[in-house]
């Protein structure tokens, strides 16, 4: 599962990393996005082929939604499924999208609490996990453009966090990921699970399970925690 991330690079860096034609000038930092929120996403123009940058309401809501109620719970699409499932498949097929990170929160059941845990790229670069972004007329006439991360199996770095990860890919498979001609069989064989080296990830201030608290303390590691051996790697970002 993927439930809670953060993004703090600046606007210009980023969209030279995913080769973006606009970047968002106006792009402001936050350390706890959560679902309903917005958050940039990576999309291939269909008339230009270029990648732009666009901001878009995480949580899917299909076209067929009778309202825009249930976006929230749609927060994440496995990867088992996704080709299949009636809420994503039409989108697995011609609306896949990059979501940016930083790095993303996970909570680790230890005793009677959960601890939280940051993961970021051990080599400080950014995150880019596979999406789906979809397109809603509303009754009012405007239109309402929501995404979804994808999520696999756990590599073995995060298996003592959670038995799910966000499906990250490589730099070189984004040209693939967005290509509207790929074929399925190519598609899901993208959505695995992440060489355990690309990660790092330490304990952070149970802060950051309420959505109100946004600041960059967030991805500091957190001094009272006990994490066990290979979860304490050290914040990659100031904080």
């Known amino acids: 599962m993927c439930g809670r991330f953060f993004l703090q690079r600046d606007p210009a860096g980023l969209a030279r ?12 930092p936050s350390w706890n996005v959560a679902p309903t929120q917005e958050s940039p ?40 499924s996704v080709a299949d499932k009636p809420a994503f498949r039409d989108a697995f097929r011609r ?26 790229m051990a080599d400080g670069s950014p995150m880019a996990a596979a999406g789906l972004w979809e397109g809603r007329r509303q009754p009012d006439g405007t239109w309402l453009r929501t995404f979804t991360i994808i999520t696999t199996g756990a590599n073995a770095k995060l298996a003592p966090v959670h038995e799910r990860m966000p499906a990250l890919l490589a730099r070189e498979e984004f040209d693939a990921w967005l290509d509207p001609a790929s074929p399925p069989e190519a598609l899901r064989a993208l959505l695995r699970p992440c060489p355990p080296a690309w990660l790092a990830c330490w304990p952070v201030s149970p802060r950051v399970g309420r959505i109100a608290e946004n600041d960059a303390g967030l991805i500091a590691r957190d001094p009272d925690a006990r994490p066990p051996p290979g979860l304490d790697d050290g914040p990659v970002f100031g904080g």
Do not use: I
């Not at 990393?17 to 402001?28: E, I, S």
């Not at 666009?54 to 939604?65: E, I, N």
């Not at 609306?95 to 959960?114: I, S």
């Open 17 to 28: 990393y995913f080769g973006a034609a606009n970047p968002l000038p106006n792009l402001r």
């Open 95 to 120: 609306r896949r999208c990059l979501v940016p990170m930083d790095g993303f929160y996970e909570w680790r059941q230890e005793g009677a609490r959960k601890q939280p845990y940051a993961v970021a």
């Open 41 to 80: 996403v990576v999309r291939r123009h269909p008339e230009t082929d270029a990648r732009h940058l666009d901001l878009l309401r995480w949580g899917l809501v299909p076209r067929w939604a009778k309202d825009a109620s249930g976006g929230a719970r749609m927060m994440n699409a496995r990867a088992e």
